[in-house]
Structure formats: structure tokens, C-alpha cells
């Protein structure tokens, strides 16, 4: 496909190359270069010697795909269920949405002018299957209607490679004589059958035959296969701010939801651009919603971040990680839920200063005290489940254990006083020890194990205490003391 804005004269014989096996090939070519004989797969050297005024430019193969992916997105504003066409096409299911722009014919106008809004040139067919479609729109003329009772009669006169077939099979049909479709339905099919009882789908000109023919099914596989919960507002003139559309549009989705049962924890907001252009933004909640006053409060601080380009004619709110929700019920006395509050403050929070702003805390599967507790964003799902701890725990855990001096200690017991913050601690009750081994698959050789007390202060306060090593255990000097936690 040209680049927009910068599309060539029609005059000058321009492909685009790739590397190949021995050498750069064509990758594709313009029109006045097809009309040369210059065909896909041929090396660009052999075309160069055919001819010499031939300007080649490196295909952005990657940059295609991502155009491509982009171009299916936003052919969505003719019809719900569309997916890409290999590398160079897309293929849209318009069943049940040509009336809304006139008929088949105005639509397929409609869907050219828009490409070439964009400096793209197409070849557009409308028919009642997938491989007539792909067909007509490769060999038959610019703009096609082929209705379903003429499928037969169109794709006759086509050339055989019109099947979507691989390029041995093309060759051998070509051997046989079969140069187009028709003379492929003129030949007997156990024949043919006998011939290609083993091939595959791209190998086998029956199967091929009867896909395009409505004989053999071939649904559209859209991207989003899941059900779409969205809801669009089209613009008579284009705008450069939706926020005025925003309450509706949450107002309407919501009802959606609520209809289906569902709740969403992402929404994404589109803007369709009159130069083709699709700009979006998403936001995120901690839980499952479809309040639409908290909906639209979340878009509040992210709506400036829309480029609206020329302006923008089409408008889609569309419901992310939809999940069922059942009602919530308030309590008696008409007051709502304080879990409820604190969800909808986490996402007004995390809408505000980002995801990473806010996080939450969630357990790791880890018997070492700073591993088994992880910190992630307030809108994350945890990653992974830990056992439920069933020995008391500090209400606080330090983020870096903090080394105490100790004064006097008794043998396989905790310090009876030492210094911790420029404070002298007298112990007066203490619990324990605990012992905690290091985890060999993850720490280093040599780590020293852990005994862990609960010891309590001259002043009440209740501290987590652990020694780290042993005397004479071979893996260091002296056992050295630390304060991990406080209790309540």
C-alpha cells in the first residue's frame, strides 16, 4: 500500500521489495508495474533487466501489518464483524448493514472514498461468500456486486488463481490446461477428487470451489470474538471534544450492561477522525461497575489527552473485561456499601495519578517474611495465590530488617537488653524462637537461617526479633540480631 500523502504518479513503475533467498524480491507492485508483467515473488534483478525505469523501494513489512491492524479497527465503522485479509486485504461481513448507508452500492462508494481519504487505492467486491469476495475483488473489475444466484456466472470467467490456491497446485492446473474457474467446474468432480483426495485446504481446488460457492462454510472470525458491549454516537459535523457526548454515552452502555447481567472493569473510548485517523483512550476500576456517573468521572483528566486531528465524526464507547455482576443491595437504613466507596476512590485515585500511583498489597507464596508479601497496582489482578498463614504476624513488617547492638544475650534465647535506634531495650516477655530456613532454590549458598521471638519491652512495645545464624554453624562470623516488625 502507497504511503499517505505521498503516493507516487501513476506513471512511474514502483514495487516494493523483500529480501528473498537469493536476493531481494517483489514484495508488491503498482498498477502501471503489474500491466508491465512484473508479478509477486519475481527477483528484483530480472524485473530491472526487463525494465530498466523501474524504481524500487524496501517493503516496511511490519509497519504494513501494524497499518493493516489499525485499517481493521476502523473499517468498523461499516459493520461490527471485520478481520484482516492476509497481507494486503480485509475482509468485513456487511450482512445486515448495507441499508443503513444507502444499499450495497452506495456503501462500496462510500468505503472507496473514504480509503482514498486516506491516499489509499482499492478494489472493493460484494458478494455472498468469503472467496467469491476475494476473487472478484483481485480479478474482476475495480467495484463488483455479485449476488448470491450469480456467484457461479461471475467467478467463471476469473482466473484459476482467483481459489486461493498455493503456487504448485496453480502450476499444475496450469499444466492440465485449467486457466479459470470455469473450466475447473466443467471437470468432472470425481476426477478432480481422485487427483486432490489428499491435499489441503490451499492445495485443493474442490474444497476451494466450494467455499467460494457457498458450498462449503467459511464464517468471518472478527478479532473480538467475544460479545462487544459498546455504543456509538454518529455526528452530523465533525467536533474536536466529545465530553459533551460522555454522559449519554455512559448512560446508554450501562444499560447495556445491565441488561446482559455484565459489568466491565475497562472502558475504551474511540474517536474516529475524518482523515481516517482512530484516536483512543482507556481507563481502568478496581472492581466490576456500571454506574455511569462513575464511568464518566474517570474520563474527567483524560479526554484533553485525545488528538482530535480535523475533527472527528464518529464516536464508540466501548466495555472492556466485561464479567457477570449481580446487584449489590444497600443496607437497610438506604446507606451504601464502604467496599463500594473504597473502589470507586481507588479508580478516581488511579485515573488521576496512574496506574502505578496506587497498589495494593497480595500474598506470595514464600515461608521468608519480606517475600511473602508484594506490592501490585490497585487495578491488577494478583498473579498467584499463597496459603493461608496460620502464625501470627506483625501488624507492620519493615521494608529492610534494621540491625540492633545487643547488649546481654542468653544462650538459644533473645537479648535480654539491647540497642535499637539510639534506645536502650530491656526484654521482659518474649515468645518463641521460630525458625525460618533460607529457601535453597532462590537464595544464595551460604544464607544463614533465621530464629525469629516475640519479645515485649520495658514500655509494653511489642517487637519482631530474629537472630540471624548460628555460633560455629560454618557459614560466618558471630550471629548478629535484627528487627524485622512491630506487633499491635
Request: hydrophobic share 40%; proline share 6%.
Amino acid at each position: 500500500m502507497e504511503r499517505q500523502g505521498n503516493a507516487p504518479s501513476d506513471d512511474i513503475l514502483l514495487v516494493l521489495a523483500r529480501e528473498g533467498q537469493h536476493g531481494p524480491v517483489v514484495h508488491a507492485a503498482n498498477r502501471t508495474a503489474r500491466t508491465t508483467g512484473i508479478t509477486q515473488g519475481s527477483r528484483v534483478v530480472d524485473m530491472k533487466a526487463i525494465c530498466p525505469e523501474l524504481h524500487v523501494e524496501y517493503a516496511d513489512e511490519a509497519g504494513d501489518r501494524a497499518a493493516l491492524d489499525r485499517l481493521v479497527l476502523w473499517a468498523r465503522r461499516w459493520c461490527p464483524w471485520t478481520t484482516r485479509d492476509g497481507e494486503d486485504g480485509l475482509i468485513l461481513d456487511t450482512t445486515g448493514s448495507a441499508h443503513l448507508f444507502g444499499g450495497e452500492a452506495a456503501m462500496l462508494i462510500e468505503i472507496q472514498t473514504q480509503l482514498s481519504l486516506l491516499g489509499l487505492t482499492s478494489r472493493l467486491a460484494m458478494a455472498s461468500t468469503w472467496g467469491a469476495a476475494w476473487a472478484l475483488a483481485r480479478f474482476g473489475p475495480a467495484r463488483t456486486i455479485c449476488a448470491a444466484d450469480e456467484t457461479a456466472l461471475g467467478l467463471r470467467a476469473l482466473p484459476v488463481a482467483g481459489l486461493r490456491l498455493d503456487d504448485a497446485t496453480l502450476l499444475l492446473l496450469q499444466r492440465l490446461g485449467l486457466k479459470t474457474i470455469g473450466a475447473v467446474m466443467d471437470v468432472p468432480r470425481l476426477s478432480l477428487t481422485r487427483r486432490f483426495v489428499k491435499a489441503g485446504l490451499s492445495s485443493n481446488p474442490l474444497m476451494r470451489l466450494d467455499q467460494a460457492l457457498g458450498k462449503l462454510a467459511e464464517p468471518v472470525a472478527s478479532v473480538e470474538a467475544k460479545p462487544r458491549f459498546s455504543v456509538q454516537s454518529r455526528l452530523a459535523d465533525p467536533i474536536f471534544d466529545p465530553t459533551p457526548h460522555l454522559p449519554d454515552l455512559c448512560e446508554r452502555l450501562c444499560e447495556v450492561l445491565q441488561n446482559a447481567g455484565m459489568g466491565c472493569r475497562r472502558l475504551h473510548l474511540t474517536v474516529y477522525r475524518t482523515d481516517g485517523d482512530v484516536s483512543r483512550v482507556d481507563v481502568a476500576t478496581s472492581v466490576s461497575t456500571r454506574d455511569p456517573n462513575h464511568m464518566h468521572s474517570l474520563f474527567r483528566d483524560k479526554v484533553e489527552r485525545i488528538n482530535p486531528g480535523f475533527g472527528f465524526d464518529l464516536i464508540d464507547l466501548t466495555a472492556g473485561r466485561v464479567e457477570p455482576m449481580q446487584a449489590l443491595q444497600t443496607h437497610l437504613d438506604g446507606k451504601t456499601s464502604d467496599d463500594l466507596d473504597l473502589a470507586l476512590l481507588v479508580d478516581r485515585l488511579t485515573a488521576r495519578f496512574g496506574a502505578r500511583a496506587v497498589s495494593r498489597p497480595v500474598l506470595r507464596e514464600s515461608h521468608v517474611p519480606e517475600r511473602a508479601e508484594g506490592r501490585i497496582a490497585a487495578l491488577a489482578n494478583p498473579t498467584q495465590t499463597a496459603p493461608v498463614m496460620t502464625r501470627e504476624r506483625p501488624i507492620r513488617l519493615l521494608d529492610h530488617p534494621e540491625e540492633v547492638r545487643v547488649l546481654y544475650a542468653v544462650p538459644e534465647g533473645p537479648p535480654v537488653q539491647f540497642v535499637w535506634r539510639r534506645q536502650t531495650h530491656r526484654v521482659t516477655r518474649y515468645a518463641g524462637p521460630e525458625r525460618i530456613a533460607p529457601e535453597w532454590w532462590r537464595d544464595k549458598p551460604g544464607t544463614r537461617l533465621r530464629d525469629y521471638f516475640k519479645i515485649e519491652d520495658q514500655t509494653g512495645r511489642r517487637l519482631w526479633l530474629y537472630r540471624e545464624g548460628l555460633h560455629a554453624d560454618g557459614r560466618g562470623g558471630e550471629p548478629r540480631w535484627f528487627v524485622h516488625g512491630m506487633f499491635a
